[in-house]
């Protein structure tokens, strides 16, 4: 199976300053077909999660420009500029490049 | 608006069937472009992936459960099904469903994919004598 490694394990971010979550892959997520199937999700408390980032780096419908990723094969980060109150939950990162689909065991963040 | 909302027993046995109902509103389970999933989060745990299920019936699902694991799909009622045999308290979890927006699978290069952009509310199971 596939092993994807969060770091850090917990952040604490003041609102307006910006925040990075890595997520490393124990293999390459880049498919044959040119696509990192790499997701990021957001947990909020008390929520089911919600998706954020699919293909590494592709913002999912209505989520504010200021989360980003980037990345490539095994290493990924996600990047949240300018961290409002609202940001805060468990960050999951996703392959789905093979089956099993597995999860980073998650970041979470907090508000200074 | 596709809604996702899974049913079940909150509540069963050791060694006894666990038997989750998820439905789908507000769009076909048999729209173009979409397939399944179920997931499940073990208590203050992370996520473990549990399976996809397409709208022609194909499953693929995790090794890890699949000696025990059923899944269906029911398009005429709008539900997906998941039934977990010989449970024990480590299938104690709050159970997903959600929906994949993609077509295809990993297993070839066609694979369309754009996240799982739906998900139910969750369903808490308890196993437990």
Known sequence: ?112 | QVQLLESGPGLVKPSQTLSLTCTVSGGSIRAGGYFWTWIRQHPGKGLEWIGYIYDSGVTFNNPSLKSRLTTSIDTSKSQLSLQLNSVTAADTAVYFCARVKGSGSSYSDYYPYYGMDVWGQGTAVIVSS
């Open chain 1, 1 to 112: 199976d596939v092993v994807l490694t969060q770091s850090p394990v917990s952040l604490a971010v003041t609102p307006g300053e910006s925040a990075s979550i890595s997520c490393r892959s124990s293999q390459s997520l880049l498919h044959s077909n040119g696509n990192n199937y790499l997701d990021w999700y957001l947990q909020k408390p008390g929520q089911s999660p919600h998706l954020l980032i699919y293909l590494g780096s592709t913002r999912a419908s209505g989520v504010p420009d200021r989360f980003s990723g980037s990345g490539s094969g095994t290493d990924f980060t996600l990047k949240i500029s300018r961290v409002e109150a609202e940001d805060v939950g468990v960050y999951y990162c996703m392959q789905a490049q093979q089956i099993p689909v597995t999860f980073g065991q998650g970041t979470r963040l907090e508000i200074k």
